[in-house]
């Protein structure tokens, strides 16, 4: 019975780390999380930068009905558990930083709902 319930631990936490571990991520952004939900057009990411600073920006939106609320409470909740602080939150607009990086999340359109999520840092 012990190796029995030792099995099914080993078994049952394998299964919970991997669902934790199967978010998926916005192209682009190596630790930003794509809120289910959401969908990232792909043709719309713009990149650019050098080594002592750069810009990063895609755009995102609800394939499921979603309101900014919505996005805002996901983001606040997750974001700080990758390091992330809260700056700033008004009714169309996030921003969070992490060390030289600032990240900004921010309302286009109100319906469909279209964000843009942006990240400028500075070395």
Known sequence: MKIFLCFMTLILSLSLSKAVFAT???????????????KQQESQNFSFGNEESGYTEALL??????NFESVCSFYIDVLPKFGWVLQNKESDYLSFKRDNDILEINRQRI?????????????
């Open 24 to 38: 998926d991520f916005i192209d682009g952004f190596e630790d930003i999380p794509l809120m289910p939900g959401l």
């Open 111 to 123: 319906q469909p709902l279209k964000i843009s999520v942006s990240i400028k840092s500075k070395n």
């Open 61 to 66: 939106y609800a394939i499921k009905k979603k």
